[in-house]
Each structure stands twice: as structure tokens, then as C-alpha cells.
């Protein structure tokens, strides 16, 4: 709640649209007092308030997300999630296209970026916002060049950060969305002063730029970058289904039961008389798309998501006949889990339906709403779905008691949840660390401490 009291937010969107005016001079001028930076705080705080009405498009939900999500993102704890995209392409041979893609955009292999980023993240762990080249220095007898070559992802001096403001990405969110956009910094949590020091903006700009920065710099690549990597985030749901669940019926078994014209799921759980349905949708799903409060592009951004809605109708409608394998009664209840590559905050399929344009969100026949209806749907980050199956595998929950309760808790407003963890929470569930980060950070851990002979950073 600190960090809330704070808003750090406001504070650096001060920077960025200093740094963005080139009328501003940095080396040059007297320092701004500070009862005059706190006003121009305050006055930022109450631009939303000025502004007329909920917003131009009336959708009071969608205004209320893009400035619930930046709140949330600085209430959320650092966690080791950073690791995961690294994590997952180490996982792939070292001749893979994916994996060079890696070496030849971030400078590196996987794992040496997986050791760089324990390394940076280590540096704000004890409440440090301030480090030297020293602090490195222990590692580069044996990483070389890749530190240099890592700082430079993360490190700008004030001209830099200036230079990186003015290019056509760092503009793309303009106008009323930019109040609400998570610090655009996080792409450089570290600012480079003139005796060398190195400054961390905030440790939360470190913690969600280094959850962010590996898709961030691969998705320059588009479709190149997507494609194979929808597949491993694919695989790596199916994965964690199948570890918490192993009667779970992967996508590849359904389809060879069903032929493969029949629509299909990543993963179909049946139990208890469910049938829980899981779905993973990887794209871009770019800053802008977080924080417009546009219905309509709230709509044609996530698409992804709808196909995903679409399929669960299509599947649940299919395991109706009897003709299907895997038909289990006339009334099974159906859930539909959509497992997202970043925390999109759209919650579940009514609070969807709500941030669409009205009507647009709609269902495909008239037994849609009997087979699986909104409330049925749950739209999670991979770090929610991790944790989910986590605590299935740990036997600290019932996975068809949770989706029962959470669908009848999201059928009221007064005790809908717009986030997936806080049903979670309301079992006594913690996050939850799967096996394939635990397994980077026991690696990782064993790689340093060969470097550092037990030693400690300085």
C-alpha cells in the first residue's frame, strides 16, 4: 500500500514527458524545488478527475481496468517469473530458431541471461536502488562481453533515455491512456548517473521490466517470434495440466480420438461431472492494448481471447453427442480455463462481454448459454494458471470446488472477483512456484556460485 500512498507512477511519467520535450535542457538550468514538483504531481493525480465524464466511449468498465491495472501492478510482489520466457526457450537445442532468435537480440544464450538477470534482480532484493560496475565485476572473467551486453538492455544515461523516448514505440500510447500505462521506464529500470552510478528508478520498474523484457525485445520479430513460440507456451500449459491432473486428456490425444477437423482444446479435464476445458493464447498483446479504454479496440486486440471463447463453445457443444469419446451425461458443467501469456485484466467471460462494445460478446446458438455460459469463463495469466495447477498437484484444493465457487461468486457484482488469484486467496492458495522455474533458479544458482566460489556480490 506504500507504493500506492506514493504513486510512483506519476513521478515517472513526469520524467518521460520531460525527456520527451526536447524544450526541456538536461544538464542545463536550475533544479526544480520541491513544493513544485509535488504540485505538478498533484495536478497530474487530478487530470483524470478534470476530464469530462467516465470517457469518450461511455464504458465506464473499461475506464475503471486501464486505472485499476496500473494499481495492481505496483501492489503485486517481485517474483522469480521473470525466468519463465527464458526459462522455457533454454529448453529448446541450441540450434533451434527460436533460440538463436534469443542469442541475436538480447546478445546472449538463454541461460547466460537467466544468470545476468538473478544477478540485477539480486541488486534491489535487500532495498538497494543504487549500484556500481563493481557489482558486476566478480562475474566478468566468465560471462565476458555478455555483461556489457545486458547492461546495455537494461542501462541509460539520461541522453540515451531521451533518444529512446523520441522513437515511434515509446509515443504509441498518447493522451488520456498514458495516465494509466505502467511506467513505460520499465524497459530501462536503470538510469546511468555521471559519476557511473547506476540508479534504479523503482524496484517494482525492475521487477515488471524483467518480466517483460525478453518478449518485449523478441516481439521486434512479430510472427517470427510468435508462431514458434505459441507452441512452446502451448506445450508448457499442457504440461502443467497434465502434472496436476494426469487423467487430463492432452490436445493431441483428443484429436487423434476425434479426427483433426474436430475442434479442439490444449487440454480437457473431466471430473466430478465437469468437463474443464483449458485453452492457451499467446500474442504480442501489446501496452496499448492494456490500457485503452476503447470498447472497440478492447474487442479487435483481443481476438485471441475470443477464438479461445469460440473454441470452448464449439468443444463443449461437441462433448454433448454422444457420438463424442469423450461424451460423460446430458448435464455435465462446463468451465472454460483461457491461460493468457501476459495478465491481461480482463478477468472472466461477463466482465469480457462488458469492456466489448454491447452485444458484441455473444453466443453462437441458443444451448450455448446451458453448456457453458460467461461465468464460466476464466481468463488467467500463466502465473494464475501456474499456480491453479500447482495447488491441484498439492492436493490444496479441489479443482471442480474452486471453478463451482468462482463461477457463482462472478454471477453476483458483489462478490465477482476481476482476477483469477483472488479466488485463489480465498481458499488460503498462495502463488505458486512450478517446477520449470525452480528448476532456472536451482541451475542458476549452481552456475554462480561456480563463478563466485562462494562468494557473495559486491
Known amino acids: 500500500m506504500a507504493n500506492l500512498k506514493a504513486a510512483p507512477w506519476i513521478s515517472l511519467l513526469l520524467v518521460k514527458w520531460s525527456l520527451q520535450d526536447r524544450m526541456v535542457h538536461i544538464n542545463v538550468g536550475h533544479r526544480i524545488p520541491l513544493s513544485a514538483f509535488n504540485r505538478l504531481r498533484q495536478e497530474v493525480w487530478d487530470l483524470p478527475a478534470a476530464m469530462d465524464g467516465p470517457n469518450e466511449h461511455g464504458n465506464m468498465h473499461a475506464m475503471m481496468r486501464t486505472l485499476l491495472q496500473q494499481q495492481i501492478e505496483f501492489q ?95 509515443q504509441e500510447v498518447r493522451g488520456r491512456a498514458e495516465l494509466a500505462e505502467f511506467p513505460y521506464l520499465k524497459r530501462y529500470p536503470f538510469v546511468r548517473l555521471a559519476a557511473g552510478e547506476l540508479t534504479c528508478w523503482h524496484p517494482l520498474v525492475l521487477a515488471r521490466g524483467l518480466e517483460d523484457a525478453v518478449h518485449i525485445r523478441l516481439s521486434d520479430h512479430g510472427e517470427e517470434y510468435t508462431r514458434p513460440f505459441s507452441l512452446i507456451f502451448e506445450r508448457y500449459v499442457i504440461e502443467l495440466a497434465t502434472a496436476a491432473i494426469p487423467d487430463a486428456i492432452p490436445e493431441a490425444d483428443y484429436e487423434r480420438a476425434l479426427g483433426g477437423n474436430a475442434p479442439k482444446v490444449e487440454a480437457l479435464i473431466q471430473l466430478d461431472s465437469c468437463n474443464i476445458m483449458v485453452e492457451a493464447k499467446m500474442a504480442l498483446f501489446s501496452d496499448s492494448m ?34 463424442n469419446p469423450y461424451y ?131
Open 328 to 458: 460423460s451425461g446430458e448435464r455435465p458443467e462446463n468451465f472454460l480455463l483461457v491461460v493468457t501469456s501476459r495478465q491481461l485484466h480482463l478477468g472472466y467471460g461477463e466482465m469480457l462481454a462488458r469492456l466489448y462494445p454491447p452485444g458484441r460478446l455473444a453466443y453462437p446458438d441458443d444451448d450455448a448459454e446451458q453448456r457453458l455460459p460467461l461465468n464460466h469463463i476464466f481468463i488467467l495469466s500463466i502465473e494464475e494458471f501456474e499456480t491453479l495447477m500447482g495447488s491441484v498437484q498439492a492436493e490444496k484444493v479441489s479443482l471442480s470446488t474452486l471453478l463451482r465457487k468462482a463461477a457463482a461468486d462472478n454471477k453476483e457484482p458483489s462478490t465477482a472477483k476481476l482476477y483469477f488469484l483472488d479466488h485463489l486467496r480465498a481458499h488460503g492458495l498462495r502463488k505458486f512456484q512450478p517446477h520449470l522455474i525452480k528448476q532456472a533458479i536451482d541451475d542458476s544458482h549452481l552456475r554462480l556460485a561456480s563463478v563466485l566460489g562462494g562468494g557473495a556480490f559486491a
Open 290 to 323: 492494456i490500457v485503452t479504454d476503447n470498447p472497440e479496440k478492447v474487442m479487435y486486440k483481443t481476438k485471441r481471447v475470443r477464438d479461445a471463447i469460440s473454441q470452448g463453445w464449439k468443444v463443449s457443444k461437441s462433448l454433448s453427442q454422444e457420438t
Open 76 to 170: 503485486r510482489e517481485p517474483g522469480w517469473g521473470f525466468l519463465r520466457w527464458a526459462a522455457l526457450i533454454s529448453r529448446r537445442p541450441a540450434n533451434d530458431a527460436l533460440w538463436q532468435r534469443f542469442r541475436e537480440t538480447l546478445g546472449m544464450d538463454p541461460h547466460t541471461y537467466i544468470d545476468l538477470s538473478m544477478a540485477l534482480f539480486a541488486s534491489t532484493i535487500d532495498g538497494k536502488r543504487t549500484i556500481t560496475d563493481r557489482f558486476f565485476a566478480p562475474l566478468r572473467p566468465v560471462y565476458g562481453q555478455s555483461v556489457g551486453k545486458f547492461l546495455d538492455l537494461f542501462v541509460r544515461d539520461l541522453s540515451a533515455l531521451r533518444g529512446e523516448l523520441q522513437k515511434p514505440v515509446a
